[in-house]
């Protein structure tokens, strides 16, 4: 496994304003295509259910609910819908959170950290090798 870091920055006029906007990014360049792909899958499939979440008024980044856009059920069929919904995309962010910080460890980085500072991880699929 590799890892490669990179610090990515606006053009800036002097060296102070480059320090204090610098956004850090963790890349994770995976060498073993299947965990590219399952964290790949695992994330489109928080996509996914991301969407569906965000018609039911659900705030992805602040973790909000808009209450006005939760949808009025006619019947107890539509409110076990709407709560399996919410399972289903608590349990796809819980499967991706899981397996993330399994492939942060092997690199031992400590994700739940970093992205407490605001450094995104980001997960690269394993370099073309000549065959």
């Known amino acids: 496994m590799g890892v490669s870091k990179e610090t990515h920055t606006g ?9 204090r906007s610098s956004a850090r990014h963790i890349i994770l360049v995976l060498d073993d295509i299947a965990e ?13 259910h991301s969407k569906l979440m965000s018609c039911y008024g ?12 939760f949808p009025t059920t ?6 076990e819908g709407i709560q399996s919904d919410v399972e289903s995309y608590n349990n ?5 959170n899981k397996y993330a910080e399994y492939l942060a460890k092997e690199f031992c980085i400590d994700i739940e950290d970093e992205m407490k500072k605001g450094h995104p991880i980001v997960f690269h699929p394993p370099p073309h090798s000549a065959v």
Do not use: C, H, M, P
């Not at 053009?11 to 320090?19: A, L, N």
């Not at 659900?58 to 856009?69: A, V």
């Open 11 to 19: 053009e800036q006029s002097t060296i102070q304003k480059e320090r």
């Open 74 to 79: 006619q019947n107890d069929a539509q409110i």
């Open 36 to 48: 590219y792909n399952r964290i790949k899958e695992l994330g489109d499939l928080v996509k996914y």
């Open 92 to 96: 796809a962010v819980r499967n991706y």
């Open 58 to 69: 659900f705030d992805i980044e602040s973790g909000k609910w808009n209450t006005r856009l």
